[in-house]
């Protein structure tokens, strides 16, 4: 069983930026894809950004240019950075990782954008 740790939110001003990392138990290097998804109230999860086993990355349209996705395989962790936020921004933020055909989730972290 793959976990999966999420650190990182917290409280910031519109126009501020913050750092999210998602450090997992197994290796990420063998994992088909990593990625970061949002939930706020009523909605349905979504993909914020993505990066697979190639490197490759893929972002939501509402975040392109603002947020940025890096993987760190030698700590086993994986990094969102959220720059030029807005209140749009505000919501859960989960990890997710990939595996075969399996989904692990992290337990989520909370990020609010005030305006």
């Known amino acids: 069983q793959v976990q999966l740790v999420e650190s990182g939110g917290g409280l910031v001003q519109a126009g501020g930026s913050l750092r999210l990392s998602c450090t997992t138990s197994?290796?990420?290097?063998?994992?088909?894809?990593m990625g970061w998804y949002r939930q706020t109230p009523g909605k349905q999860r979504e993909l914020v950004a993505a990066v697979s086993r190639g490197g490759i990355t893929n972002y939501a349209d509402s975040v392109k240019g603002r947020f940025t996705i890096s993987r760190d395989n030698a700590r086993n962790t994986v990094y969102l950075q959220m720059d030029s936020l807005t209140p749009e921004d505000t919501g859960v933020y989960y990890c997710?990782?990939?595996?075969?055909?399996?989904?692990?989730w992290g337990q989520g972290t909370q990020v609010t954008v005030s305006s």
């Open positions: 997710n990782a990939k595996i075969g055909t399996m989904d692990y």
């Open positions: 197994g290796s990420i290097s063998s994992f088909r894809a």
